[in-house]
């Protein structure tokens, strides 16, 4: 290596280690100016804190009430809904008896007018 060499490398180390200082310097600032933010930040955790107690001491204590033991009311389910009395279809009296729904009340599925031969809203009696 010529003398030349070794000057430029030697300067190239000490930019290095000038440039890794500077570095160093930035990181430790930032790092104190973190440190005092987290501080700052407790020093007003600790204030809101204090401030609360002091206004929970200013006021007086609310009556308590002895509470007692009231049981829920029951709840009943809900009631199946009906079905609609028309999505069941019986062509004749003979039909709902076969299908074990004969006799057929107003309301119920299956029940029409038509099935019902003296009115009495009873079909296929």
Known sequence: ??????RQTQAEIAK???AADVARKKAQEAARQKAAAAEL??????????AAAEAQKA??????????????????PPA???PDPGSVYYANC????????????IGEPGYRPKLDRDGD?????
């Open 16 to 18: 290095a280690k000038a």
């Open 94 to 105: 003979a039909a709902a008896r076969a299908a074990g729904a004969a006799p057929l009340h």
């Open 59 to 76: 006021q007086p204590p609310a009556e308590q009430t002895p509470r007692r033991f009231v049981p829920e009311a029951p709840q009943n």
């Open 121 to 125: 809203g009873v079909a296929c009696e």
């Open 80 to 82: 199946p809904a009906a």
């Open 41 to 50: 930040q407790k020093a007003a955790a600790a204030a809101a804190q204090q």
């Open 1 to 6: 290596m010529t003398a030349a060499q070794v």
